[in-house]
């Protein structure tokens, strides 16, 4: 999981928590319930064409508001593999991290459908599309092993 390549989807800043998975969805805990839904009142086509790989690039503060965790699970379910910003809510990133979900703090432009190429171990973002490269703060390995297990308790459990 070191490296990530996929096509893009951007959104601007301040994408918060209830943007991302209203709350009137909150009724069930299924994870693809959830996804069917997520971002739908910001870009109602994402549910019905975000593919497996894909990628968020986004600009400052995405997923500020609630701390509800259910906000990357439904954004990871639908199939994004990463998500790209300039800043995070501090825990919606961790919660990210928790289940497994790759958020990288960095600046880079994109446009929709741009292919970005991501290295974690290296911190190293590429767009393909476009030929701008930007660097960010590798990840330590503690976090790729994370990352790799496929979150916090996945990780937790193998390594016992």
């Known amino acids: 999981m070191d490296v990530i390549c996929g096509k893009t989807w951007t959104f601007g800043k301040n994408i918060d928590t209830d943007v991302i998975i209203p709350g009137r969805y909150l009724r069930t805990f299924n994870p693809q319930d959830l996804a069917e839904h997520v971002l739908e009142g910001e870009r109602p086509d994402f549910t019905q064409n975000v593919q497996k790989g894909d990628i968020i690039v986004a600009d400052e503060n995405f997923g500020c508001g609630s701390s509800r965790e259910q906000a990357p699970v439904a954004i990871k379910t639908a199939g994004v593999d990463a998500i790209v910003a300039k800043s ?22 994109a446009n929709d459908g741009d292919i970005i190429k ?32 496929g979150g916090l308790v996945n990780h937790h459990l193998n390594n016992d």
């Open 118 to 149: 991501i290295d974690l171990s290296k911190g190293s973002l590429i767009n393909e599309t476009t030929g701008e490269s930007v660097t960010f703060e590798p990840f330590k390995d503690f976090m790729l092993n994370i990352l790799e297990d």
């Open 88 to 109: 995070f809510a501090r825990i919606f990133y961790r919660n990210a991290i928790n289940i497994g979900l790759p958020v990288i703090v960095s600046d880079i432009e």
